[in-house]
C-alpha cells in the first residue's frame, strides 16, 4: 500500500508545483511598459463574431471597453482589428459598427481588418500607426488573453499598456476560469520555447541595441 502511496504523492507534488509555476510564470507577465496616461490610439483586439454576424460576448465586451476608454478621453482614435479568421465576417467590421453604434465618431474608427491572429492583430495595427506616425497604444481585450498580448507587443517598439474588458456577465465561472488555464498553459510555452518563426513578429524591442 505504502509502495503506491509514494508515486502518488510525488506526483501530487509535481503537479502543484508545475501550477504554481504556469500561474506565477503567467502573473508576472508585464501589463505596461510605459507610465503614459494618453495615447495616441486606443486598440481593441478582435475575436470571432457570432454565426449570424452579431458581436460575440467578448467581441461586445472589448468593444464596449474602447468605448469607454475613448470617451474618456485616453486616446483620439480607436483601431479595431481583425479580419474573417474564422467565419465569413470581419471582426474589426463588425466591431467598428458597435463602436459608431456606441457614439464614437466614424472618422475617429480605424478597420484593420487583415488579422487572422494575436501576432497580426499587433503587426497590422502597428502598420496603421506607422503611417500616422504615431507611437503610443492602450491595448483591449479579454483579461486572460492580455498576458499573451503582452509578451507579443514586447517585440515592438511602442509604448503600451493593457487594459482589460470586463468578462461577458453570461459568463460562468468556469468558464472564465477555464480561459485562464488554456492561456497561463499557452504563455509559459512561450516564455520556454518563444515565438515560433513568424515574418509578422519582430525581435523583442528590448533586444534592439541603440545606435548613435
Known amino acids: 500500500m505504502h509502495s503506491v502511496k509514494k508515486p502518488l504523492?510525488?506526483?501530487l507534488g509535481v503537479l502543484i508545483v508545475t501550477i504554481a509555476a504556469t500561474?506565477?510564470?503567467?502573473?508576472?507577465?508585464?501589463?505596461?511598459?510605459?507610465?503614459?496616461?494618453?495615447?495616441?490610439t486606443i486598440i481593441v483586439l478582435g475575436t470571432p463574431a457570432n454565426p449570424d454576424g452579431t458581436?460575440?460576448?467578448e467581441q461586445r465586451e472589448r468593444t464596449l471597453e474602447g468605448v469607454?476608454?475613448?470617451?474618456?478621453?485616453?486616446?483620439?482614435?480607436?483601431?479595431?482589428?481583425?479580419?474573417?479568421?474564422?467565419?465569413?465576417?470581419?471582426?474589426a467590421h463588425v466591431m467598428a459598427s458597435l463602436a459608431i453604434a456606441q457614439g464614437v465618431p466614424a472618422e475617429a474608427v480605424i478597420e484593420e481588418d487583415q488579422a487572422q491572429n494575436t501576432i497580426q492583430n499587433i503587426f497590422y495595427s502597428q502598420r496603421i500607426?506607422?503611417?500616422?506616425?504615431?507611437t503610443s497604444a492602450e491595448v483591449?481585450?479579454?483579461?486572460?488573453?492580455?498576458?499573451?498580448?503582452?509578451?507579443?507587443?514586447?517585440?515592438?517598439?511602442?509604448?503600451?499598456?493593457t487594459v482589460p474588458?470586463?468578462?461577458?456577465?453570461?459568463?460562468?465561472?468556469?468558464?472564465?476560469?477555464?480561459?485562464f488555464c488554456v492561456e497561463a498553459q499557452y504563455c509559459?510555452?512561450?516564455?520556454?520555447?518563444?515565438?515560433?518563426?513568424?515574418?509578422?513578429?519582430?525581435?523583442?524591442?528590448s533586444s534592439i541595441l541603440p545606435t548613435h
Open 9 to 11: 504523492t510525488i506526483l
Open 23 to 40: 500561474l506565477f510564470a503567467y502573473q508576472a507577465i508585464p501589463t505596461h511598459d510605459t507610465n503614459l496616461t494618453h495615447f495616441d
Open 55 to 57: 458581436p460575440s460576448p
Open 68 to 91: 469607454r476608454e475613448f470617451k474618456a478621453g485616453i486616446a483620439p482614435h480607436l483601431i479595431l482589428t481583425g479580419g474573417p479568421a474564422h467565419n465569413q465576417f470581419v471582426e
Open 129 to 134: 500607426m506607422a503611417t500616422h506616425q504615431w
Open 140 to 161: 483591449i481585450s479579454s483579461p486572460s488573453h492580455l498576458p499573451r498580448t503582452a509578451l507579443i507587443l514586447e517585440h515592438y517598439q511602442l509604448a503600451w499598456r
Open 165 to 179: 474588458a470586463p468578462w461577458p456577465p453570461e459568463y460562468r465561472f468556469w468558464q472564465r476560469a477555464a480561459h
Open 188 to 205: 509559459l510555452k512561450l516564455k520556454v520555447f518563444g515565438f515560433p518563426a513568424t515574418p509578422f513578429l519582430p525581435q523583442p524591442a
